[in-house]
C-alpha cells in the first residue's frame, strides 16, 4: 500500500521568509497529491491540491510542486506570516483508494 | 453548505462506560472516514466507508470500538468500553466519491476524555 514520509517534522522561520515541507510517496499510481493546514484546536482544511499531470500549482503565497518520476512533492510558502503557523499534512491518493497522510510538520513564524 | 457536522464537541466520560460520537456527513458525499488524533500517533484512520458500507476498518484498534453508517447522512463511532488511553480527538470527514478528484473535509472533530 501508498506510504507517505513527510519531512521536516518542525520548522520554524522568521516572519517574511520562505518555508519549504517536503513529502515522498511509495505508490506510483497515486495522482492526487493534496495539502491540509492543521490551526492549533482546529480541524484539518484542504489549502492546495495538485494533480499528477500537472508539475507545478500556485494560489498567492502558496505552491506546490510534483515530481513525478521521484515520487516527491513539496509545498512553498514565501513571505510567510505569522498565521501561517499551524501543522501542516501532506496526502497521497489515487482512485477511489483512501488518502494517506503523512505524519505532518508544525510551522512556526516567528515575528 | 454546513459542512461535515460532528456531535458532540468535547466528551468526558469515565473508564468503563460507553461513548457514542456521531457524524452527518456533506450531503452528495458518498465517503465517510473516521479518523484519530493524538499528540503521539498523529492522525490515525479508523474505518472509512463507501456508499455506507465499510470499506477498510483495519485501523480500529481493538473490539471496543465499532463503526455504523446506517444511512447516507449519518454515521456513528462507538467505543465500548472505553479507557484512559482512548483520549483523543476524533474526526469525521467526508468526500465525493474518488479520492482522486476532491479531498476530505473535516468535521470540527470530538475531544474525548477518558478518565
Given at each position: 500500500?501508498?506510504?507517505?514520509?513527510?519531512?521536516?517534522?518542525?520548522?520554524?522561520?522568521?516572519?517574511?521568509?520562505?518555508?519549504?515541507?517536503?513529502?515522498?510517496?511509495?505508490?506510483?499510481?497515486?495522482?492526487?497529491f493534496?495539502?491540509?493546514?492543521?490551526?492549533?484546536?482546529?480541524?484539518?482544511?484542504?489549502?492546495?491540491?495538485i494533480?499528477s499531470?500537472v508539475g507545478e500549482?500556485?494560489?498567492?503565497?502558496?505552491?506546490v510542486t510534483l515530481n513525478k518520476?521521484?515520487?516527491h512533492f513539496s509545498?512553498?510558502?514565501?513571505?510567510?506570516?505569522?498565521?501561517?503557523?499551524?501543522?501542516?499534512?501532506?496526502?497521497?491518493?489515487?482512485?477511489?483508494?483512501?488518502?494517506?497522510?503523512?505524519?505532518?510538520?508544525?510551522?512556526?513564524?516567528?515575528? | 453548505?454546513?459542512?461535515?457536522?460532528?456531535?458532540?464537541?468535547?466528551?468526558?466520560?469515565?473508564?468503563?462506560?460507553?461513548?457514542?460520537?456521531?457524524?452527518?456527513?456533506?450531503?452528495?458525499?458518498?465517503?465517510?472516514?473516521?479518523?484519530?488524533?493524538?499528540?503521539?500517533?498523529?492522525?490515525?484512520?479508523?474505518?472509512?466507508?463507501?456508499?455506507?458500507?465499510?470499506?477498510?476498518?483495519?485501523?480500529?484498534?481493538?473490539?471496543?470500538?465499532?463503526?455504523?453508517?446506517?444511512?447516507?447522512?449519518?454515521?456513528?463511532?462507538?467505543?465500548?468500553?472505553?479507557?484512559?488511553?482512548?483520549?483523543?480527538?476524533?474526526?469525521?470527514?467526508?468526500?465525493?466519491?474518488?479520492?482522486?478528484?476532491?479531498?476530505?473535509?473535516?468535521?470540527?472533530?470530538?475531544?474525548?476524555?477518558?478518565?
Open positions: 500500500g501508498e506510504n507517505v514520509e513527510q519531512h521536516p517534522s518542525t520548522l520554524s522561520v522568521q516572519e517574511g521568509d520562505s518555508a519549504v515541507i517536503k513529502c515522498t510517496y511509495s505508490d506510483s499510481a497515486s495522482n492526487y493534496p495539502w491540509y493546514k492543521q490551526e492549533l484546536g482546529k480541524r484539518p482544511q484542504l489549502i492546495i491540491d494533480r499531470n500549482k500556485k494560489d498567492q503565497r502558496i505552491a518520476t521521484a515520487k509545498l512553498h510558502i514565501t513571505e510567510t506570516q505569522p498565521e501561517d503557523s499551524a501543522v501542516y499534512f501532506c496526502a497521497a491518493g489515487t482512485g477511489f483508494q483512501k488518502l494517506v497522510f503523512g505524519t505532518g510538520t508544525r510551522l512556526l513564524v516567528s515575528p | 453548505d454546513a459542512g461535515v457536522i460532528q456531535s458532540p464537541r468535547h466528551e468526558v466520560t469515565e473508564m468503563g462506560q460507553e461513548v457514542t460520537l456521531r457524524c452527518k456527513p456533506i450531503s452528495g458525499h458518498n465517503s465517510l472516514f473516521w479518523y484519530r488524533q493524538t499528540m503521539m500517533r498523529g492522525l490515525e484512520l479508523l474505518i472509512y466507508f463507501n456508499n455506507n458500507v465499510p470499506i477498510d476498518d483495519s485501523g480500529m484498534p481493538e473490539d471496543r470500538f465499532s463503526a455504523k453508517m446506517p444511512n447516507a447522512s449519518f454515521s456513528t463511532l462507538k467505543i465500548q468500553p472505553s479507557e484512559p488511553r482512548d483520549s483523543a480527538v476524533y474526526f469525521c470527514a467526508s468526500s465525493p466519491q474518488g479520492t482522486a478528484n476532491y479531498g476530505y473535509t473535516f468535521g470540527s472533530g470530538t475531544r474525548l476524555t477518558v478518565v
